[in-house]
């Protein structure tokens, strides 16, 4: 069964103070890792998909880069407006599969 | 460009009574399509998906169904609601084939009295 674990499961910072969300992951065959971002009250937005080992994708102050075991969400300078949980999800590579998805980090970055 | 739409956005209904979701997309075809539910401390919990009109996929029991009538239309229903209903209830679409990254829409909020 494919499993997903984030960590932590909150996380403050200061405005500027950057920082790393930890998802690990267990999956048979990885076909794809996403990072979405979910403002209070909203659907989860895509952020990016990464496929293999040593990829990383970047957006803004947010980069993301994947192992065989886990994937790093790495926030520089974050600015109050990247308060948000962060949701991790894991898709196997076997025929159709859905996405497993962790519980979250919820970041809150305080002016 | 794509636009996925869910309606309501909120809902309060009384223990029993039935209810009726919608999902509609927009700008694709033949896309998949999925209801989530996203409860307090459980993450998002797969409910259905479908890769085609009347196709649909259970991934948990439960006193909900949904229903693909028109291949961009995704319905989630139920006969009779159950306090343990209450949620948020997200629709997402994703290219048609094994799929890849997802596209949520804005959800409705159900409160189950």
């Known amino acids: 069964e494919d499993q997903v674990t984030q960590s932590p499961e909150a996380l403050r910072l200061q405005e500027g103070e950057s920082s790393s969300l930890n998802c690990s992951y267990t999956?048979?065959?990885?076909?794809?890792l996403f990072w979405y971002r979910q403002d209070p009250g909203k659907g989860p937005e895509f952020l990016f998909t990464?496929?293999?080992a040593g990829e990383e994708k970047e957006k803004e102050r947010l980069k993301a880069t994947l192992t065989k075991k886990e994937s790093f969400l790495h926030i520089t300078a974050p600015k109050p407006e990247d308060s948000a949980t962060y949701l991790c999800?894991?898709?196997?590579?076997?025929?159709?599969?859905?996405?497993?998805f962790g519980k979250g980090t919820m970041l809150l970055v305080s002016p | 460009s794509q636009t996925i739409h869910q309606w309501p956005a909120t809902l309060v209904q009384p223990v029993g009574s039935p209810l009726s979701l919608e999902c509609t997309v927009e700008?694709?075809?033949?896309?998949?399509l999925y209801w989530y539910r996203q409860a307090a401390g459980r993450g998002l919990q797969l409910l259905f998906y479908?890769?085609?009109?009347?196709?649909i996929s259970s991934e948990v029991p439960q006193n909900l169904s949904a229903s693909r009538p028109q291949d961009r239309q995704f319905i989630l229903s139920s006969k009779k609601l159950l306090l343990s209903d209450s949620g948020f209830y997200l629709c997402?679409?994703?290219?048609?084939?094994?799929?890849?990254?997802?596209?949520f829409g804005p959800g409705t909020r159900l409160t189950v009295l």
């Open positions: 997402a679409w994703s290219e048609g084939g094994v799929g890849n990254e997802q596209f």
């Open positions: 999956v048979s065959g990885l076909r794809g």
């Open positions: 990464l496929y293999s």
């Open positions: 999800a894991v898709q196997a590579d076997s025929g159709y599969s859905t996405l497993t």
């Open positions: 700008g694709t075809s033949n896309p998949n």
């Open positions: 479908s890769v085609g009109i009347g196709q």
